[in-house]
């Protein structure tokens, strides 16, 4: 089981490898809160899975040693076997699925070790991982159904005790459990007053399903950005954690995650992966009362594939407002479009895109289709430009 003593000695084990990450006060980021992140993107590897997988990997017996050790991950955890391994002279595999981002699998193979490409998602680079360690007899590393991992990611729940120590509410991504399981146990044992909440990608809500349902399940599939959480199954040992330790656990959408990739990237100048977004994301849409309260969310991870990078800032200017999408129908006369412009750009809104279409069937004979993409300030503003549009005749198609 995982002890109190064991979380000290991991934090011991620890103190001269992993980065003693900042808790960030974010002034007026959520309202009506005193906001804080524990940023621990800014950790060695880019994410908190470091600190379990040197913690187990630094007390495992010198004939697991000798053996190899394997690992299954979506990416953060393999960069942390593989580092960990090097550190500790050990040859190391790790089975990543296939669509894993770039970044991530070529990151693990720069630390040294042997990487596996499975098809499918994590819970597919699981099995192939056991297969392996049956075949050739190698050491497990469980990314999250372990104690001794659990115990590597519960310092992170000693750090923010010591470096804000009135804190009332913690928000933890969840995948598997681990991180939550580990930094619930330490918290609930020194400051039981602080509700420590779970936060799962909508598309990914398998410890949100076992909690709600008091039973471990499996979803038939999952799909999101956010790579890192992206788990079918939790742990058993992770579950039952969560089912003694953790206060509540909430959902947000992909909208919500890439807004406040977004956000953090903008205000706060830091890289958050879909992964370490979800934290924020939940205190940023109020998914729980968070009025008067010292908060910290822990940003887990920043490893984004730069490509990626590029749709989620997509999707989050449109979620916060800042670009909307519209169509409206022209007759097809000279000047109309440019009369048309003219009414846009009068209420300061900057045009990205125009799609001038008289082959659309949605218009009628003698008319045309066109197609907008705009930057405005807020949904306020976009509010604004409809109304004024539609005040000057115009019919508004929202895309």
Do not use: W
Not at 173 to 186: N, Q, R, S, T, W
């Amino acid at each position: 089981m995982i002890t109190m003593d064991m979380l000290y000695d991991a934090r011991r084990v620890l103190s001269p490898v992993a980065n003693l990450t900042p808790v960030i006060p974010a002034k007026g980021f959520v309202p009506d809160c005193r906001f804080y992140f524990k940023a621990d993107c800014l950790q060695k590897t880019g994410a908190f899975k470091l600190r379990g997988a040197y913690y187990k990997i630094a007390t495992l017996s010198d004939e697991e040693k000798a053996r190899g050790v394997i690992a299954c991950s979506a990416g953060n955890h393999a960069q942390g076997v593989a580092f960990a391994s090097r550190e500790e002279g050990i040859q190391a595999t790790i089975c990543i699925p296939e669509g894993a981002p770039l970044s991530k699998i070529e990151a693990t193979r720069s630390y040294g070790a042997h990487v596996v490409l499975v098809d499918g998602v994590y819970d597919d680079a699981y099995n192939e991982a056991c297969r392996l360690r049956d075949e050739k007899g190698l050491t497990f590393i469980h990314p999250f159904n372990d104690y001794r991992v659990m115990a590597g990611q519960g310092t992170i729940g000693l750090e923010i005790l010591q470096q804000l120590p009135d804190v009332d509410v913690i928000l933890v991504p969840i995948g598997g459990g681990g991180l939550i399981a580990g930094l619930a146990y330490a918290v609930k044992n020194l400051r039981p007053s602080c509700k420590i909440i779970g936060v799962q990608a909508a598309g990914a809500p398998s410890m949100y399903e076992s909690i709600r349902q008091n039973r471990i399940i499996t979803l038939d599939d999952v799909d999101t950005i956010a790579d890192g959480i992206k788990v079918k199954t939790p742990g058993d040992l992770t579950f039952a954690m969560c089912q003694t330790y953790v206060d509540e656990v909430v959902t947000v959408t992909e909208d919500e995650i890439a807004a406040a990739i977004l956000a953090v990237l903008e205000k706060q100048k830091l890289v958050a992966e879909g992964a370490g977004a979800v934290a924020i994301a939940a205190a940023m849409y109020r998914k729980l009362e968070l009025a008067g309260k010292t908060v910290c969310a822990l940003l887990s991870g920043g490893n984004v594939d730069v490509t990626m990078l590029e749709r989620i800032i997509t999707h989050g200017l449109a979620k916060a407002g800042r670009t909307v999408s519209f169509a409206t129908i022209l007759p097809d006369h000279p000047k109309t479009l440019a009369t048309f412009l003219d009414a846009v750009s009068s209420l300061g809104v900057n045009v990205l895109e125009v799609n001038h279409e008289r082959s659309n069937m949605q218009a009628p004979i003698g008319s045309c289709v066109v197609q907008m993409l705009v930057e405005t300030r807020n949904h306020g503003h976009i509010d604004e430009l409809f109304a004024h549009l539609r005040r000057q005749g115009y019919v508004i198609i929202p895309r």
